[in-house]
């Protein structure tokens, strides 16, 4: 697995960043959509709409599931191997109705 090596500021004291690795996009609408498998401990997620999400060995994402509002970017952590499963928040519409992003970090 590999380590996180954080900067160091002029003082030495650490600066919280990571490296964004493989970056990957997803469309998904009103049905639950599930990623591919994810490698590393930290995945940065967004997604283009309000979306609601889950995350595991087989998640399905529900709209009572985790919020992720539209245009948010957050940090998750995984354990390697993990999925996740995204649902648009609104519901409504058939078809693709956003895009959600995944990146791994190291």
């Given at each position: 697995m590999?380590?996180?090596?954080?900067?160091?500021?002029s003082h030495g004291g650490t600066i919280g960043a990571l490296r964004?690795?493989?970056?990957s996009a997803l469309a998904f609408g009103a049905t639950a959509t599930t990623t591919v498998?994810?490698?590393t401990p930290i995945v940065r997620i967004?997604?283009?709409i309000d979306t609601h999400?889950?995350?595991?060995?087989?998640?399905?994402?529900?709209?009572?599931?985790?919020?992720?509002?539209?245009k948010l970017v957050e940090y998750v952590?995984?354990?390697p191997g993990d999925l996740f499963s995204v649902i648009?928040?609104?519901?409504?519409?058939?078809g693709a109705?956003?895009?959600?992003?995944?990146?791994?970090t190291i």
């Open positions: 590999p380590v996180n090596v954080l900067p160091r500021d964004l690795l493989s970056p498998a994810l490698g967004s997604a283009d999400f889950a995350f595991g060995t087989s998640p399905t994402a529900a709209t009572t599931g985790h919020f992720l509002p539209a952590g995984i354990i648009s928040a609104t519901g409504a519409g058939a109705l956003g895009t959600f992003y995944t990146s791994e």
